[in-house]
């Protein structure tokens, strides 16, 4: 099998080779149900002529990806700590949370549903559940006419940090370190 080549030659870790198979075989499921699009499979085999050029494979497979339908990102300059050259300020590029969040509503229904907004029954469930802890009863959301349909319990992994939506304001904390230009920072 190539694939347990790859990783006794190094070129790919078990782990990976775990998770491959681990979707070769959801993939063999789909081809006897006759549900597996081969042509895709053919097209990503051809990327930089059979692998003759490695260097085109980047490129050749960004243009078989659809274009996604969300908002702009927003430049924004940002101080920040780095652990060479200690605080600095740089343009970093915010895909920002509200229009995230009303793109996929636009242009996504199914996942909106699916992933952030399963129905206000689930949500007036999640309310109903949190409505004694200490953080909700702390938190003014819960004197807003309506909130238990109407704000979106949302944990965007972080440092663990909770966002929460309410349709036309968001209330969220800046407290998470992300990787840009390859150098892990605070904000």
Known sequence: MSVVMMVLWGEISP?????????????????????????HIDKLARLGCYGQ????????FKALLPQPKLSNLTMVWLPLKHTTLGKIT??????LPHTLFASIYEHYPAMWQKILYPGAERCKEFWHAVRNSPHF????VGSRPGFESKCIPL?????????????ASIVFRFVFRFIYRGRAREV
């Open 90 to 95: 740089e343009l970093v590029p915010l895909l």
């Open 137 to 140: 009863l702390q938190h003014k």
């Open 53 to 60: 050029y490695p260097e085109n494979v980047w490129s050749q």
């Open 155 to 167: 944990k965007i992994h972080g440092d663990g940090t909770l966002y929460l939506i309410l349709f």
């Open 15 to 39: 782990q990976l080779m775990r998770k491959v198979m681990h979707l070769f075989k959801d993939d063999l499921a789909l081809f006897e149900d006759g549900c597996l699009d081969t042509d």
